[in-house]
């Protein structure tokens, strides 16, 4: 937001006529180590660059120290006081009248952690999407997965929200996923709260004319709904029913028909939905015993 801020200032400061002194760009703090790339400003000489400090995000901030060497890019805060510190600096440059800009004040905490949206099934693979880190330090999200013998692996690391892991087998197994936020100093958040697919099996009863569908629950929503969700005969899936959690549902079908079944689990914060795998049943009609017709009867044994 910062960031967004700044760059629609300078538009309208270059629209009006007017530049500014740019700041360098603080791009991460990791314990006592400040680093950031150079700002270029071509107002005027630059004679250094100056590194604020405050205990408070609100201030009040302090001259901690002054950059001369112009082609460094990175400090360590020597004396610190320990605790959550604070940090942004400016450039110092021989432009006269022209506006000071700041970089991003970031402080040497670890990067804020963020929310898993959802772990949904579609198909043979699973779709995660989650929220935004509010640091702005953040450059990029890692993502873990849990296999189903509770082994957590690396899966990858990328810049954006959404992620599509195709190396499951989700009509099987239930997995289990985290995401942590990392900063260029490769700083990472905590782990978050895990997020497990839903798991979806069912059997049939020929004889009550039944089906059972058994399902594992989703894991990471504080409050959710379940909604199961009913093809027939390869038709569009229609919601059925709004389910209360139940180790296992009891759905009454007609011989012949091809079912298919698949639940929603609905985040009721915000709506957010996370998809079961599908799974297709068809009951074939029982054969009726109509009559017996006995020819002979053993009695050797008795």
């Known amino acids: ?16 006529g007017y530049s500014q002194i740019i700041a360098p760009d603080l791009y ?42 112009l082609a460094q890019t990175e400090y360590v805060h020597t004396n610190s006081p320990g605790g959550s510190l604070n940090y942004y600096m400016t450039t110092d440059a021989a432009c006269p009248a022209e506006i000071t800009l700041h970089s991003d004040t970031l402080d040497n905490n670890s990067p804020n952690p963020v929310t898993i949206r959802y772990a949904s099934v579609s198909g043979s693979t699973i779709n995660l999407a989650w929220t935004r880190s509010t640091s702005p330090e953040v450059v990029a999200y890692i993502l873990f997965r849990k296999d189903p013998d509770g082994t957590i692996i690396r899966l990858d ?11 499951v087998d989700p009509q099987k197994y239930s997995y289990g996923y985290y995401v942590t936020a990392v900063d260029q100093c490769w700083v990472s958040s905590t782990f978050n709260f895990e997020h497990r697919t839903n798991l979806l099996a069912g059997s049939i009863d020929t004889c009550k ?40 549902l009891k759905y009454d079908v007609l011989p012949g028909v091809n079912y298919s079944f698949r639940i929603a689990a609905i985040n009721r ?6 998809w079961s795998n599908v799974i297709s049943m068809q009951m074939k009609a029982a ?9 002979s009867i053993d009695t050797a044994g008795r």
């Open 1 to 16: 937001i910062m960031r967004l801020f700044f760059s629609v200032l300078f538009l309208l400061m270059n629209f009006q």
């Open 28 to 69: 991460c703090v990791k314990g006592d180590t400040l680093r950031w790339s150079l700002p270029g400003n071509t107002c005027g000489a630059e004679n250094g660059y100056l590194i604020y400090v405050a205990s408070g995000r609100n201030g009040p901030y302090t001259l901690l120290t002054t950059i001369t060497n």
């Open 157 to 167: 690391t990328i810049p954006g929200l959404t992620y599509t892991d195709t190396g």
């Open 209 to 248: 004319g039944t089906m059972r569908l058994v399902f594992s629950g989703y894991q990471g929503y504080d409050s959710l709904n379940y909604d199961l969700w009913t093809g027939i005969n390869g038709a569009p899936a229609v919601r059925d029913t709004n389910l209360a959690f139940e180790p296992y």
């Open 269 to 274: 914060a915000n709506g957010d939905t996370a």
């Open 287 to 295: 054969t009726v015993l109509r009559s017996i017709c006995l020819t």
